[in-house]
């Protein structure tokens, strides 16, 4: 049989699709349609035909597999590990788990999950270099890092892999050819191509640039830093507020994608103890969730239509994680 696979446009979504393209090629099986998404396509994902009325790519539409996004009960296979997965709430009662359809937010990555769906519910023995996949996309997603400086001196192949996927997000035959490769080669061995070590390096050299940007125009208020992106081309630099300000809970980030803000609020993961349980109560993808985006407990996004709308959501949400 033949799917389209449509899945998030970062590497824990890439990550799944390689999986799920190595299931399916072990069974006969294949994809003919590689379609990235975003979370611009909320207002058309609620569209109960969305696959058969989006214009994402032309030809024939096939059976739907989708990977690390939302849930909708057009898709013939489902995983996400997303808490805020269902945008409506009869979808979410209508949702039975079974072999094909699968949400665990237990799962640091949805790269991690559908290994273990696949291996579990379909008997597959997938290749030995994807041990080596899901440990660094559970570290990626999961942002389990040794420290902020990891995330920006990219010395790992797994994170110069990373930037690769980072520099390629707006390139979609880039993209489909990448979710080829990885179902096929080990992290390392991908590394070592001429175009992943180009990215990397000039990833690596701007972020230097973008942490001297990120010095210059980070703003602190209590347990909380916001930058504002949307006016140079510098590097959305996720972990840079906690390599500058160790001690901070939260960071929010505004950036421009396409025609859309993005907003990304994100925990800082090397606070522990009591400083961590201060602010317990606060769920990130459910903050998300209130302006069209979602998440996880630690981690979150959405996109806005207008910068003024952008940033006074950012504001707004200061207070809340600050406690106030």
């Known amino acids: 049989m033949t799917y389209d ?14 999986v799920m393209l190595a299931f399916l090629r072990s069974r006969g099986d294949d994809i003919m349609h590689f379609v990235p998404v975003n979370f611009d396509l909320t207002k058309q994902w609620l569209d109960e035909r969305f696959f058969v009325k989006h214009a994402l790519f032309k030809g024939p539409r096939n059976p739907a597999i989708v990977l690390d996004f939302p849930y909708h009960p057009g898709a013939a296979i489902w995983f996400d590990h997303h808490p805020t997965t269902f945008k409506k709430e009869a979808w979410k009662k209508m949702f039975r788990k079974d072999r094909f359809h699968r949400l665990d937010p237990e799962y640091l990555s949805n790269c991690h999950l559908t290994y273990t769906a696949l291996k579990e519910n379909f008997g597959w023995r997938p290749p030995a270099h994807f041990r080596d996949l899901v440990k660094w ?3 990626i997603d999961g942002a389990r890092f040794a420290s902020a400086a990891q995330t920006i001196m990219l010395k790992e192949p797994a994170l110069q892999v990373m930037a ?14 990448f979710v080829t490769l990885l179902a096929e ?10 175009a992943v ?4 390096k000039i990833a690596q050299k701007e972020n230097l640039k973008g942490l001297a940007y990120y010095r210059k125009h980070l703003k602190t208020m209590g347990d909380v ?13 996720r972990f840079a507020p906690y390599y500058l300000h160790p001690t901070v809970l939260y960071g929010v980030r505004i950036t421009k994608k396409g025609r859309f803000y993005h907003m990304g609020v994100g925990a800082n993961p090397w606070i522990k103890g009591a400083a961590r349980k201060k602010h317990a109560d606060v769920h990130i993808g459910e903050l998300m969730r209130k302006f069209g985006g979602g998440g996880h407990k630690n981690a979150g996004a959405c996109e806005i239509s207008s ?8 504001v707004s949400l200061i207070p809340v994680l600050n406690g106030e």
């Open 307 to 314: 910068k003024k709308d952008a940033l006074a959501a950012a």
């Open 185 to 194: 080669e080990p992290l390392d061995e991908i590394a070592k191509m001429p």
């Open 5 to 18: 696979v449509y899945f998030h446009n970062d590497f824990d979504g890439r990550a799944s699709a390689a």
């Open 197 to 200: 070590r180009r990215m990397a």
């Open 225 to 237: 830093t916001l930058i504002d992106l949307t006016a140079t081309t510098i590097s959305s630099l």
């Open 164 to 177: 690769y996927v980072d520099g390629t997000e707006d390139d979609r035959p880039a993209t489909e050819a």
């Open 137 to 139: 996309l559970d570290v």
